[in-house]
Protein backbone atom coordinates (compact mmCIF):
# COMPACT_ATOMS: atom_id res chain seq x y z
CA UNK A 1 0.00 0.00 0.00
CA UNK A 2 3.13 2.21 1.18
CA UNK A 3 4.56 1.25 -2.45
CA UNK A 4 1.77 2.26 -4.05
CA UNK A 5 1.35 5.62 -2.84
CA UNK A 6 4.74 6.23 -3.33
CA UNK A 7 4.90 5.57 -6.73
CA UNK A 8 1.77 7.98 -7.23
CA UNK A 9 3.62 10.51 -5.47
CA UNK A 10 6.59 10.19 -7.71
CA UNK A 11 4.60 10.20 -10.92
CA UNK A 12 2.39 13.53 -9.48
CA UNK A 13 5.87 14.87 -8.99
CA UNK A 14 6.57 14.44 -13.05
CA UNK A 15 3.19 15.47 -13.09
CA UNK A 16 3.22 18.99 -12.08
CA UNK A 17 6.73 19.66 -13.16
CA UNK A 18 5.30 19.09 -16.73
CA UNK A 19 2.21 21.45 -15.91
CA UNK A 20 4.37 24.19 -14.78
CA UNK A 21 6.93 24.04 -17.26
CA UNK A 22 4.69 22.72 -20.04
CA UNK A 23 8.19 21.95 -21.85
CA UNK A 24 7.98 18.28 -22.95
CA UNK A 25 4.52 18.75 -24.78
CA UNK A 26 5.03 22.13 -26.57
CA UNK A 27 8.54 20.76 -27.63
CA UNK A 28 6.98 17.59 -29.09
CA UNK A 29 4.19 19.81 -30.39
CA UNK A 30 5.95 21.55 -32.46
CA UNK A 31 8.37 18.62 -33.53
CA UNK A 32 5.18 16.65 -34.86
CA UNK A 33 3.10 19.65 -36.57
CA UNK A 34 6.67 20.64 -38.31
CA UNK A 35 6.97 16.90 -39.30
CA UNK A 36 3.90 17.14 -40.97
CA UNK A 37 3.81 20.14 -42.62
CA UNK A 38 6.80 19.07 -44.33
CA UNK A 39 5.34 15.70 -45.00
CA UNK A 40 1.75 17.63 -46.19
CA UNK A 41 3.76 19.90 -48.51
CA UNK A 42 5.98 17.65 -49.77
CA UNK A 43 3.60 15.04 -50.67
CA UNK A 44 -0.21 15.72 -49.85
CA UNK A 45 -2.24 12.85 -49.30
CA UNK A 46 -0.74 9.54 -50.15
CA UNK A 47 -1.77 5.88 -50.50
CA UNK A 48 -2.51 4.05 -47.28
CA UNK A 49 1.00 2.46 -47.50
CA UNK A 50 2.95 5.26 -47.37
CA UNK A 51 0.47 6.92 -44.89
CA UNK A 52 0.80 3.82 -42.40
CA UNK A 53 4.58 3.93 -42.75
CA UNK A 54 5.31 7.15 -42.24
CA UNK A 55 2.87 7.56 -39.19
CA UNK A 56 4.60 4.52 -37.38
CA UNK A 57 8.25 6.68 -37.97
CA UNK A 58 6.66 9.95 -37.10
CA UNK A 59 5.52 8.28 -33.74
CA UNK A 60 8.71 6.59 -33.02
CA UNK A 61 10.67 9.84 -33.25
CA UNK A 62 8.11 11.25 -30.83
CA UNK A 63 8.39 8.66 -28.33
CA UNK A 64 12.16 8.99 -28.08
CA UNK A 65 11.82 13.17 -27.81
CA UNK A 66 9.15 12.51 -24.92
CA UNK A 67 10.54 10.21 -23.16
CA UNK A 68 14.16 10.75 -23.52
CA UNK A 69 13.77 13.95 -21.12
CA UNK A 70 12.32 11.53 -18.33
CA UNK A 71 15.80 10.35 -17.11
CA UNK A 72 17.53 13.17 -18.54
CA UNK A 73 16.14 16.01 -17.18
CA UNK A 74 17.62 14.53 -13.24
CA UNK A 75 20.24 16.09 -12.44
CA UNK A 76 22.94 14.00 -10.46
CA UNK A 77 22.25 15.98 -7.09
CA UNK A 78 18.23 14.89 -7.87
CA UNK A 79 18.78 11.33 -8.23
CA UNK A 80 21.05 11.29 -4.78
CA UNK A 81 17.92 12.76 -3.54
CA UNK A 82 15.30 9.97 -4.83
CA UNK A 83 17.57 6.95 -3.67
CA UNK A 84 17.13 8.18 -0.44
CA UNK A 85 13.65 8.77 -0.08
CA UNK A 86 12.52 5.64 -2.32
CA UNK A 87 13.13 2.62 -3.84
CA UNK A 88 14.43 1.31 -7.28
CA UNK A 89 11.38 -0.82 -8.50
CA UNK A 90 8.86 2.49 -7.09
CA UNK A 91 10.93 5.01 -8.84
CA UNK A 92 10.82 3.07 -12.29
CA UNK A 93 7.51 2.12 -12.13
CA UNK A 94 6.59 6.49 -11.82
CA UNK A 95 8.62 7.19 -14.63
CA UNK A 96 6.99 4.02 -16.59
CA UNK A 97 3.26 4.93 -15.80
CA UNK A 98 4.59 8.97 -16.63
CA UNK A 99 5.91 8.11 -20.13
CA UNK A 100 2.67 5.71 -20.60
CA UNK A 101 0.50 9.09 -20.22
CA UNK A 102 3.08 11.06 -21.43
CA UNK A 103 3.00 9.13 -25.17
CA UNK A 104 -1.18 8.47 -24.70
CA UNK A 105 -1.35 12.44 -24.99
CA UNK A 106 1.30 12.39 -27.55
CA UNK A 107 -0.39 9.90 -29.91
CA UNK A 108 -3.41 11.31 -29.55
CA UNK A 109 -1.73 14.64 -31.21
CA UNK A 110 0.00 12.84 -33.93
CA UNK A 111 -2.67 11.20 -35.01
CA UNK A 112 -4.66 13.94 -35.05
CA UNK A 113 -2.48 16.08 -37.13
CA UNK A 114 -2.01 13.13 -39.29
CA UNK A 115 -6.02 13.28 -39.72
CA UNK A 116 -5.89 16.53 -40.28
CA UNK A 117 -3.12 17.18 -43.06
CA UNK A 118 -2.90 13.79 -44.82
CA UNK A 119 -6.29 12.76 -44.47
CA UNK A 120 -7.92 9.37 -43.33
CA UNK A 121 -7.15 6.50 -45.68
CA UNK A 122 -8.28 3.56 -43.22
CA UNK A 123 -11.09 1.65 -43.53
CA UNK A 124 -11.59 1.53 -40.03
CA UNK A 125 -10.62 4.53 -38.12
CA UNK A 126 -11.32 2.98 -34.28
CA UNK A 127 -9.53 0.29 -34.85
CA UNK A 128 -6.25 1.70 -36.10
CA UNK A 129 -6.41 4.20 -33.15
CA UNK A 130 -6.30 1.35 -30.74
CA UNK A 131 -4.04 0.07 -32.53
CA UNK A 132 -1.96 3.45 -32.50
CA UNK A 133 -1.96 3.50 -28.63
CA UNK A 134 -1.21 -0.05 -27.91
CA UNK A 135 1.73 0.53 -30.33
CA UNK A 136 2.40 4.06 -28.51
CA UNK A 137 2.43 2.24 -25.23
CA UNK A 138 4.76 -0.28 -26.19
CA UNK A 139 7.23 2.02 -27.22
CA UNK A 140 7.31 4.27 -24.62
CA UNK A 141 8.26 1.14 -22.52
CA UNK A 142 10.88 -0.01 -24.54
CA UNK A 143 12.35 3.36 -24.50
CA UNK A 144 11.59 4.15 -20.70
CA UNK A 145 14.18 1.34 -19.73
CA UNK A 146 16.69 2.38 -22.61
CA UNK A 147 16.99 5.83 -21.87
CA UNK A 148 17.75 5.49 -18.49
CA UNK A 149 20.90 3.25 -19.74
CA UNK A 150 21.56 6.42 -21.59
CA UNK A 151 21.29 8.45 -18.51
CA UNK A 152 24.16 6.51 -17.18
CA UNK A 153 26.73 7.49 -20.35
CA UNK A 154 27.54 10.28 -21.93
CA UNK A 155 26.07 11.64 -25.21
CA UNK A 156 22.93 10.21 -23.97
CA UNK A 157 20.51 11.81 -26.51
CA UNK A 158 22.40 10.29 -29.42
CA UNK A 159 23.45 7.45 -27.86
CA UNK A 160 19.67 6.67 -27.05
CA UNK A 161 18.69 6.53 -30.99
CA UNK A 162 21.71 3.70 -31.15
CA UNK A 163 21.15 1.26 -28.79
CA UNK A 164 16.90 1.97 -29.44
CA UNK A 165 16.49 1.33 -32.79
CA UNK A 166 17.88 -1.98 -33.96
CA UNK A 167 15.69 -3.27 -30.88
CA UNK A 168 13.15 -1.50 -31.56
CA UNK A 169 12.44 -3.00 -35.50
CA UNK A 170 11.09 -6.11 -34.70
CA UNK A 171 7.92 -4.54 -32.65
CA UNK A 172 7.88 -1.36 -35.20
CA UNK A 173 7.22 -4.10 -38.06
CA UNK A 174 4.71 -6.34 -36.09
CA UNK A 175 2.71 -2.46 -35.73
CA UNK A 176 2.91 -1.58 -39.21
CA UNK A 177 1.88 -4.87 -40.31
CA UNK A 178 -0.96 -5.43 -37.95
CA UNK A 179 -2.38 -1.70 -38.67
CA UNK A 180 -3.01 -2.89 -42.48
CA UNK A 181 -6.50 -4.56 -40.36
CA UNK A 182 -7.40 -1.23 -40.24
CA UNK A 183 -6.77 -0.37 -43.90
CA UNK A 184 -9.23 -3.05 -44.82
CA UNK A 185 -6.37 -5.78 -45.75
CA UNK A 186 -7.62 -9.15 -44.95
CA UNK A 187 -5.92 -11.68 -42.40
CA UNK A 188 -5.97 -15.45 -41.98
CA UNK A 189 -8.17 -16.04 -39.54
CA UNK A 190 -6.86 -15.51 -35.89
CA UNK A 191 -3.69 -13.55 -36.58
CA UNK A 192 -4.80 -10.14 -35.66
CA UNK A 193 -5.70 -11.43 -32.54
CA UNK A 194 -2.31 -13.31 -32.24
CA UNK A 195 -0.51 -10.42 -32.92
CA UNK A 196 -2.03 -8.38 -30.45
CA UNK A 197 -1.30 -10.75 -27.49
CA UNK A 198 1.94 -10.71 -28.37
CA UNK A 199 2.30 -7.43 -28.17
CA UNK A 200 0.90 -7.24 -24.62
CA UNK A 201 2.84 -9.97 -23.94
CA UNK A 202 6.28 -8.40 -25.21
CA UNK A 203 4.90 -5.27 -22.94
CA UNK A 204 4.48 -6.90 -19.78
CA UNK A 205 7.80 -8.80 -20.31
CA UNK A 206 9.19 -5.60 -20.79
CA UNK A 207 7.76 -4.22 -17.57
CA UNK A 208 9.43 -7.13 -15.88
CA UNK A 209 12.66 -6.92 -16.65
CA UNK A 210 12.89 -2.69 -16.15
CA UNK A 211 11.53 -3.54 -12.76
CA UNK A 212 14.22 -6.68 -12.51
CA UNK A 213 17.05 -4.32 -14.17
CA UNK A 214 16.46 -1.23 -12.98
CA UNK A 215 17.65 -1.42 -9.17
CA UNK A 216 20.99 -2.71 -10.72
CA UNK A 217 21.34 0.60 -12.87
CA UNK A 218 20.30 2.49 -9.73
CA UNK A 219 23.42 2.69 -7.00
CA UNK A 220 26.46 4.66 -8.59
CA UNK B 1 45.99 -31.95 -20.06
CA UNK B 2 42.98 -33.02 -18.37
CA UNK B 3 41.24 -29.25 -19.29
CA UNK B 4 42.72 -29.42 -22.55
CA UNK B 5 40.56 -32.47 -24.27
CA UNK B 6 37.86 -29.90 -25.90
CA UNK B 7 40.75 -28.20 -27.76
CA UNK B 8 42.10 -31.33 -29.30
CA UNK B 9 38.08 -32.74 -29.93
CA UNK B 10 37.48 -28.91 -31.58
CA UNK B 11 40.17 -30.07 -34.05
CA UNK B 12 39.11 -33.35 -34.92
CA UNK B 13 35.87 -31.82 -35.24
CA UNK B 14 37.01 -29.60 -37.43
CA UNK B 15 39.22 -31.84 -39.56
CA UNK B 16 36.16 -33.90 -40.26
CA UNK B 17 34.02 -31.20 -40.69
CA UNK B 18 36.19 -29.66 -43.68
CA UNK B 19 37.10 -33.46 -44.99
CA UNK B 20 33.46 -35.08 -45.58
CA UNK B 21 31.76 -31.21 -45.77
CA UNK B 22 34.23 -31.22 -49.18
CA UNK B 23 33.84 -35.18 -50.33
CA UNK B 24 31.29 -36.33 -48.73
CA UNK B 25 28.15 -37.42 -50.16
CA UNK B 26 25.46 -34.78 -50.79
CA UNK B 27 22.20 -34.61 -52.21
CA UNK B 28 21.62 -33.72 -55.74
CA UNK B 29 19.18 -31.02 -55.95
CA UNK B 30 18.45 -28.70 -58.92
CA UNK B 31 19.09 -25.71 -57.36
CA UNK B 32 22.20 -25.59 -55.06
CA UNK B 33 24.14 -28.62 -56.21
CA UNK B 34 27.30 -28.70 -54.88
CA UNK B 35 27.22 -25.16 -52.92
CA UNK B 36 25.15 -27.07 -50.28
CA UNK B 37 28.12 -28.38 -48.87
CA UNK B 38 28.39 -24.93 -47.46
CA UNK B 39 25.87 -25.50 -44.90
CA UNK B 40 28.60 -26.74 -42.77
CA UNK B 41 30.29 -23.53 -42.89
CA UNK B 42 27.46 -21.03 -43.02
CA UNK B 43 24.45 -21.94 -41.11
CA UNK B 44 27.14 -23.25 -38.68
CA UNK B 45 28.75 -19.61 -38.22
CA UNK B 46 24.89 -18.67 -37.05
CA UNK B 47 24.54 -21.25 -34.56
CA UNK B 48 28.37 -20.29 -33.26
CA UNK B 49 26.98 -16.45 -33.20
CA UNK B 50 23.92 -17.16 -31.06
CA UNK B 51 25.46 -19.45 -28.70
CA UNK B 52 28.69 -17.05 -28.19
CA UNK B 53 25.78 -14.27 -27.24
CA UNK B 54 23.93 -16.64 -25.10
CA UNK B 55 27.35 -17.30 -22.59
CA UNK B 56 27.91 -13.41 -23.44
CA UNK B 57 24.28 -12.45 -21.60
CA UNK B 58 25.00 -15.69 -18.91
CA UNK B 59 28.23 -14.08 -17.91
CA UNK B 60 26.14 -10.49 -17.41
CA UNK B 61 24.11 -11.75 -15.15
CA UNK B 62 26.97 -13.69 -13.38
CA UNK B 63 28.44 -10.28 -13.11
CA UNK B 64 25.25 -8.50 -11.46
CA UNK B 65 24.63 -11.37 -9.27
CA UNK B 66 28.52 -11.20 -7.86
CA UNK B 67 29.78 -8.00 -9.43
CA UNK B 68 32.82 -9.86 -10.36
CA UNK B 69 34.90 -7.93 -12.99
CA UNK B 70 35.95 -10.79 -14.35
CA UNK B 71 32.52 -12.17 -15.42
CA UNK B 72 32.11 -8.73 -17.39
CA UNK B 73 35.66 -9.30 -19.31
CA UNK B 74 34.35 -12.93 -20.34
CA UNK B 75 30.80 -11.11 -21.22
CA UNK B 76 32.73 -8.59 -23.42
CA UNK B 77 34.69 -10.96 -24.93
CA UNK B 78 32.28 -13.86 -25.97
CA UNK B 79 30.14 -10.91 -27.49
CA UNK B 80 33.12 -10.01 -29.30
CA UNK B 81 34.26 -13.84 -30.83
CA UNK B 82 29.96 -13.57 -31.64
CA UNK B 83 30.54 -10.41 -34.16
CA UNK B 84 33.33 -12.09 -35.73
CA UNK B 85 31.47 -15.28 -36.40
CA UNK B 86 28.17 -13.18 -37.42
CA UNK B 87 30.33 -11.59 -40.02
CA UNK B 88 32.20 -14.54 -41.02
CA UNK B 89 28.57 -15.67 -41.72
CA UNK B 90 27.64 -12.84 -44.05
CA UNK B 91 30.98 -13.88 -46.27
CA UNK B 92 30.16 -17.34 -46.40
CA UNK B 93 26.41 -16.52 -47.11
CA UNK B 94 27.63 -14.16 -50.01
CA UNK B 95 29.53 -16.86 -51.50
CA UNK B 96 26.43 -19.28 -51.57
CA UNK B 97 24.72 -16.18 -52.38
CA UNK B 98 26.60 -15.26 -55.58
CA UNK B 99 26.15 -18.81 -56.92
CA UNK B 100 22.38 -19.68 -56.00
CA UNK B 101 20.99 -16.02 -55.84
CA UNK B 102 22.68 -13.66 -58.43
CA UNK B 103 21.54 -14.11 -62.01
CA UNK B 104 24.57 -13.53 -64.23
CA UNK B 105 22.28 -12.04 -66.74
CA UNK B 106 21.47 -9.05 -64.63
CA UNK B 107 24.33 -6.28 -63.73
CA UNK B 108 25.97 -6.89 -60.73
CA UNK B 109 24.31 -4.13 -58.80
CA UNK B 110 20.70 -5.30 -59.75
CA UNK B 111 21.70 -8.59 -57.31
CA UNK B 112 23.22 -6.94 -55.10
CA UNK B 113 20.02 -4.93 -54.22
CA UNK B 114 18.12 -7.48 -54.41
CA UNK B 115 20.19 -9.95 -51.96
CA UNK B 116 20.81 -6.96 -49.59
CA UNK B 117 17.03 -6.40 -49.47
CA UNK B 118 16.16 -9.81 -48.19
CA UNK B 119 14.31 -9.71 -44.53
CA UNK B 120 16.59 -12.36 -43.21
CA UNK B 121 19.40 -10.59 -43.76
CA UNK B 122 18.35 -7.32 -42.38
CA UNK B 123 17.36 -9.46 -39.12
CA UNK B 124 20.95 -10.50 -39.01
CA UNK B 125 22.50 -7.27 -39.41
CA UNK B 126 19.69 -6.02 -36.27
CA UNK B 127 20.93 -8.81 -34.11
CA UNK B 128 25.13 -7.55 -34.91
CA UNK B 129 23.74 -3.61 -34.56
CA UNK B 130 22.64 -4.46 -30.99
CA UNK B 131 25.97 -5.97 -30.31
CA UNK B 132 27.85 -3.15 -32.44
CA UNK B 133 25.50 -0.52 -29.49
CA UNK B 134 26.80 -2.53 -26.77
CA UNK B 135 30.19 -1.42 -27.41
CA UNK B 136 29.53 1.94 -28.29
CA UNK B 137 27.72 1.83 -25.02
CA UNK B 138 31.05 0.46 -23.12
CA UNK B 139 33.31 3.29 -25.15
CA UNK B 140 30.74 5.70 -23.41
CA UNK B 141 31.31 5.04 -20.32
CA UNK B 142 35.01 6.02 -18.61
CA UNK B 143 33.95 4.49 -15.04
CA UNK B 144 34.88 0.45 -15.19
CA UNK B 145 32.53 -0.64 -12.73
CA UNK B 146 30.26 1.76 -13.82
CA UNK B 147 30.43 0.34 -17.62
CA UNK B 148 30.46 -3.40 -16.26
CA UNK B 149 27.24 -2.58 -14.70
CA UNK B 150 25.40 -0.62 -17.10
CA UNK B 151 26.73 -2.57 -20.10
CA UNK B 152 25.42 -5.82 -18.49
CA UNK B 153 22.02 -4.33 -17.92
CA UNK B 154 21.61 -3.22 -21.63
CA UNK B 155 23.05 -6.79 -22.85
CA UNK B 156 20.39 -8.82 -21.13
CA UNK B 157 17.91 -5.79 -22.30
CA UNK B 158 18.97 -6.27 -25.80
CA UNK B 159 19.14 -10.23 -26.03
CA UNK B 160 15.74 -10.42 -24.65
CA UNK B 161 14.47 -8.47 -26.95
CA UNK B 162 16.79 -9.72 -29.85
CA UNK B 163 14.53 -13.08 -29.42
CA UNK B 164 11.40 -11.96 -30.78
CA UNK B 165 13.28 -10.08 -33.92
CA UNK B 166 14.37 -13.75 -34.65
CA UNK B 167 11.05 -15.49 -34.13
CA UNK B 168 8.87 -12.93 -35.43
CA UNK B 169 10.88 -11.22 -38.67
CA UNK B 170 11.22 -14.62 -40.73
CA UNK B 171 7.55 -15.46 -40.63
CA UNK B 172 6.28 -11.84 -41.29
CA UNK B 173 7.74 -11.09 -44.89
CA UNK B 174 8.50 -13.13 -47.69
CA UNK B 175 11.80 -14.10 -48.38
CA UNK B 176 14.15 -16.23 -50.65
CA UNK B 177 16.14 -17.51 -47.99
CA UNK B 178 15.20 -20.99 -46.96
CA UNK B 179 13.56 -21.54 -43.32
CA UNK B 180 10.30 -19.69 -43.81
CA UNK B 181 8.42 -21.59 -41.46
CA UNK B 182 10.76 -22.20 -39.13
CA UNK B 183 14.34 -21.57 -38.13
CA UNK B 184 16.51 -23.49 -40.62
CA UNK B 185 18.42 -26.71 -40.10
CA UNK B 186 16.82 -27.05 -36.87
CA UNK B 187 14.27 -29.29 -38.39
CA UNK B 188 14.98 -32.56 -38.32
CA UNK B 189 13.14 -33.31 -41.69
CA UNK B 190 14.53 -30.93 -44.04
CA UNK B 191 18.24 -32.13 -43.76
CA UNK B 192 19.40 -34.87 -45.23
CA UNK B 193 20.29 -37.68 -42.71
CA UNK B 194 24.41 -37.70 -44.85
CA UNK B 195 23.96 -34.43 -43.93
CA UNK B 196 22.85 -34.54 -40.81
CA UNK B 197 26.49 -36.71 -39.87
CA UNK B 198 28.56 -33.69 -41.02
CA UNK B 199 26.20 -30.69 -39.56
CA UNK B 200 25.96 -31.21 -36.03
CA UNK B 201 29.39 -32.35 -35.24
CA UNK B 202 30.73 -28.90 -37.74
CA UNK B 203 28.05 -26.79 -35.21
CA UNK B 204 29.96 -28.08 -32.18
CA UNK B 205 33.47 -27.86 -33.75
CA UNK B 206 32.93 -24.42 -35.06
CA UNK B 207 31.61 -23.66 -31.53
CA UNK B 208 34.21 -24.70 -29.64
CA UNK B 209 36.90 -23.18 -31.88
CA UNK B 210 34.82 -19.97 -31.27
CA UNK B 211 34.97 -20.73 -27.26
CA UNK B 212 38.71 -21.53 -27.55
CA UNK B 213 39.58 -17.90 -29.69
CA UNK B 214 37.39 -16.36 -26.67
CA UNK B 215 39.12 -17.83 -23.86
CA UNK B 216 42.02 -16.76 -25.82
CA UNK B 217 41.31 -12.83 -25.02
CA UNK B 218 40.16 -13.42 -21.92
CA UNK B 219 43.35 -14.38 -21.22
CA UNK B 220 45.30 -11.26 -22.94
CA UNK B 221 42.38 -8.78 -21.36
CA UNK B 222 43.03 -10.65 -18.12
CA UNK B 223 46.73 -9.86 -18.02
CA UNK B 224 46.10 -6.29 -19.52
CA UNK B 225 43.98 -5.21 -16.82
CA UNK B 226 46.10 -6.56 -14.28
CA UNK B 227 48.99 -4.52 -15.39
CA UNK B 228 46.67 -2.06 -15.67
CA UNK B 229 45.79 -2.01 -12.03
CA UNK B 230 48.93 -2.42 -10.99
CA UNK B 231 50.22 0.23 -12.93
Given at each position: MQTLSRILTLFRKDWMLEMRQQYAFYRVLLYVASTIFVLYLAMGETNYETWNALFWVTQLFVCINAVAKSFLQESRGRMLYFFTISHPVEFVMAKILYNMLLMTIMNTVNLLLYLAFMGDPTSNLLQFIGISYLGGLGLSLVFTMLAAIA??????ASLMAILGFPIIIPQLLLLVRLSKVAFAETFREGVVSQVVLLLVALDLGIVVLSVILFPFLWKD | MNRQWWKILCVILLVYTVVLGLLGPVPALRQLQETIRNLYFHVCMWFGMMILFTISVIQSIKYLRSLDLNHDIRAKEYASTGILLGLLGYVTGAIWASY????????AYASFGSIVREPKLIGAAMALLIYFAYFVLRSSITDIDKKARVSAVYNIFAYAMLFPSIWIIPRLLPSLHPGREG?????????DARMRMVFYPAVIGWTLLGVWITSLKIRLSLLKEKKWLNA
Open positions: SKAMQQ | TWADPNNPNPALNFNDI
